[in-house]
């Protein structure tokens, strides 16, 4: 069974970024992604991207590149490098979900969110649990 590598990064949101940003990121996300056979989960919440990315590990590293020179976020930040046996958001190219609307922010999404922006918490052992509790509790993602 071959690995996947997951990579889970928060930056924060650039303080012009519109409704026509996101859909823009999120579709040449979905086209690039779907080519490359990445998958994830981007979240917008409180001025903060969260997002975790699974594939292959070069082509993740390739991403996250291009996005610390995307000028519509800025301080990324990589909270964790992991692999495991098998994807989370396989079924997505990239899944969007604003966690600044009520309904999206369950208490799992909640939990996840503060550990990622936490700096004094162990990221190592929190991080992808959260992720896995997160996903088994997610609404339906756009």
Known sequence: MSSVFHLVYVSYASESLSYTDIRDIL???????????????????????LQVLEGDEAKIQSL??????DNRNHTLKVLIEE?????????WSMAFLDGDIESNTTKDLLEF??????????????????????????????
């Open 27 to 49: 579709n040449s996300s979905r086209k690039n992604n779907a080519r490359d056979d990445i998958s994830g989960v981007l979240i917008l919440r409180e001025g903060y991207f």
């Open 83 to 91: 692999r495991s046996d098998k994807r989370l958001f396989g079924d």
């Open 113 to 142: 969110f503060d550990v990622c922006l936490d700096s004094g918490i162990n990221h190592k052992t929190l991080i992808m649990p959260l992720v896995r509790k997160f996903r088994a509790s997610a609404p339906p993602f756009q």
């Open 64 to 69: 996250v590149n291009i996005i610390r020179r």
